[in-house]
């Protein structure tokens, strides 16, 4: 009997918390994390979502709070020691500001559901991908390659890299 059955697809996921909310991205949409950077103020153009700039070795990034941008409440602020995870938005690297990480998940494919309506109703929905059960709770999958609007990435491929 074997204990691994090869057609079964796995899916990697990366873990974060903001406020109470678990969330989760596919390992291959986030290049890097960080933990405590340094963070230098906004330039007073920028939009709301947009909490400052990161250096990371020697280019500049936007650091973004992706809680702002999903519409939930972060219960850290920058004070706290803030965790980082670095992807893109269109062709720009960019931070996006997290409460909490969590280590790799690895999940069955068939094991992530389409997300209730309910839950769609009070997110930036089109951006949950699914949902699934972990250890730690219920976890809502986030396409964080494609999280900004053509807008937004307008204004965050603008920002001056000092």
């Given at each position: 009997?074997?204990?691994?059955?090869?057609?079964?697809?796995?899916?990697?996921?990366?873990?974060?918390?903001?406020?109470t909310k678990l969330f989760g991205a596919t390992i291959l949409t986030v290049r890097e994390i960080?933990?405590?950077?340094?963070?230098?103020?906004?330039?007073?153009?920028?939009?709301?979502?947009?909490?400052?700039?990161?250096?990371?070795?020697?280019?500049?990034?936007?650091?973004?709070?992706?809680?702002?941008?999903?519409?939930?409440?972060?219960?850290?602020?920058?004070?706290?020691?803030?965790?980082?995870?670095?992807?893109?938005?269109?062709?720009?690297?960019?931070?996006?500001?997290?409460?909490?990480?969590?280590?790799?998940?690895?999940?069955?494919?068939?094991?992530?559901?389409?997300p209730p309506d309910m839950l769609l109703s009070s997110l930036r929905s089109k951006y949950i991908?699914?949902?699934?059960?972990?250890?730690?709770?219920m976890m809502m999958i986030v396409a964080l390659d494609r999280i900004f609007r053509a807008d937004?990435?307008?204004?965050?491929?603008?920002?001056?890299?000092?």
């Amino acid at each position: 009997m074997a204990l691994l059955n090869e057609d079964v697809d796995i899916v990697q996921l990366i873990g974060f918390q903001i406020g109470t909310k678990l969330f989760g991205a596919t390992i291959l949409t986030v290049r890097e994390i960080l933990r405590n950077p340094v963070v230098e103020q906004k330039n007073s153009g920028d939009p709301d979502f947009v909490h400052g700039l990161i250096r990371l070795r020697g280019v500049y990034l936007p650091l973004v709070s992706l809680g702002s941008i999903l519409g939930v409440d972060g219960r850290r602020g920058l004070d706290d020691r803030p965790w980082v995870l670095i992807g893109l938005a269109g062709r720009r690297r960019v931070g996006f500001l997290v409460d909490g990480v969590i280590p790799i998940v690895r999940m069955r494919a068939d094991a992530i559901l389409p997300p209730p309506d309910m839950l769609l109703s009070s997110l930036r929905s089109k951006y949950i991908r699914g949902v699934c059960e972990t250890d730690k709770g219920m976890m809502m999958i986030v396409a964080l390659d494609r999280i900004f609007r053509a807008d937004e990435v307008s204004v965050l491929e603008s920002i001056p890299v000092k």
